[in-house]
């Protein structure tokens, strides 16, 4: 719960900073103006584009599960992919979002094996796609790359390589069992030792279990080529919506000189060198990349109100949503479980004995009849 209330803080602190930097820029005089005074056909284009982010990544998900033969809704899943985007917003190294998607879909029937499979399985096609189309920007503009990083190249060198290193390690612990299966015996241990876990071989055997579940989740796929193919693919479309988030507030603050592709492989700089930063939702070190490698695009002191914008769409957008959708999803789960234990306290109705139950024919002796119905069970609404 502390750290919780720290993570806020941070996130409010942050929010502040922001606000400091996009209003009281002495070069622009008129800040409130020009915030209001933007194209909104490009506003409506960076949610698009957060639209198209957050769309095809949840699509990426209902693909894989589709697959597995887990009939999980797409609205579901865009809920659950929402829920992910929150908590990855909120806790340091995003390191919450992919475990409670994972919970959220145990809830829906998805094994855990399965829903472990599928989001590790996204994430990788995520990683491979920023890896190829950030190296693929980079390569087709160099020299722009070069002025344009100026002296945060040893950053940039940094993330590229930790994103980089993220998909020989990812396959090596879908793939070889035998490691990963001593990496958990060796937690299980230590879980021993804390006295955190008081029966460690029911714990082996469980979790055994459910990674003989998730690799084989994994082999599959290995013997399904069309399906790594649509993966990749929507992953690329999920990163091109996230990148064409700046763009659209470039235009939307009617800015000019700049081409589209050096906006995007900006974007592409900004999002790889500070997403390993372990903070909520890689705070600071996404404000200071984007006043560092976009400046000379945004002129007129509009650098810090475009930082407000894009910020907004790229990161706050997702915590207000989520926010609001786990609240309600939060009062719909009491007010189920509610109205399930008023059902489950409701004694169950059988009919009264007939007054002249007539006398079976036979040895003489009278039986009643066996009242209908008697084997009705109580159903869950």
Not at 220 to 236: E, T, W
Not at 244 to 271: C, D, E, I, K, N
Request: hydrophobic share 50%; glycine share 8%; with cysteine.
């Amino acid at each position: 719960m502390e750290r919780r209330v720290l993570n806020f803080l941070f996130i409010a602190v942050m929010l502040a900073i922001t606000f400091v930097i996009a209003f009281s820029n002495g070069e622009l005089t008129n800040a409130w103006d020009v915030l209001f005074t933007l194209d909104l056909k490009w506003v409506l284009m960076a949610f698009v584009g957060w639209f198209g982010y957050m769309f095809f990544d949840a699509l990426n998900l209902y693909y894989f599960l589709h697959k597995e033969k887990n009939p999980v809704t797409l609205r579901y899943i865009c809920y659950v992919t929402l829920i992910g985007f929150y908590y990855s917003n909120i806790t340091p190294g995003a390191s919450g979002g992919q475990p409670m998607q994972v919970y959220y879909l145990s809830k829906h029937n998805v094994p855990v094996p399965i829903g472990t499979s599928a989001i590790s399985i996204k994430f990788f096609s995520q990683q491979l796609m920023l890896v190829f189309m950030t190296s693929m920007f980079w390569l087709c503009n160099v020299s722009f790359v070069d002025v344009q990083l100026g002296g945060l190249k040893w950053a940039f060198y940094l993330g590229y390589a930790i994103n980089f290193a993220s998909i020989p390690l990812i396959l090596l612990v879908a793939l070889h069992r035998p490691m990963v299966q001593a990496i958990i015996t060796f937690i299980v241990r230590m879980g021993v030792k804390l006295h955190l876990v008081k029966h460690p071989e029911d714990t082996l055997v469980r979790i055994s279990a459910g990674l003989d579940v998730y690799h084989a989740s994994i082999l599959r796929l290995a013997n399904r080529p069309s399906q790594i193919v649509g993966m990749l693919l929507l992953a690329g479309l999920s990163t091109l919506g996230m990148v064409s988030v700046p763009v659209s507030v470039y235009h939307a603050f009617r800015m000019s000189g700049t081409p589209w592709y050096q906006l995007v492989t900006t974007a592409f700089l900004l999002f790889t060198t500070a997403s390993y930063t372990p903070l909520p939702g890689a705070s600071g070190a996404q404000e200071g990349g984007f006043l560092t490698f976009y400046r000379g695009m945004f002129t007129q002191g509009t650098i810090g109100l475009a930082l407000l914008v894009w910020r907004f769409f790229t990161y706050y957008l997702f915590l207000i949503i989520g926010a609001v959708i786990s609240i309600f999803g939060s009062i719909h789960s009491r007010h189920r479980g509610a109205a399930m234990v008023q059902t489950a306290d409701v004694p169950a109705e059988t009919p009264a004995p007939a007054e002249d139950a007539p006398a079976a024919e036979g040895n003489g002796t009278s039986e009643v009849a066996p009242a209908a119905g008697g084997n009705d069970t109580l159903e869950e609404a």
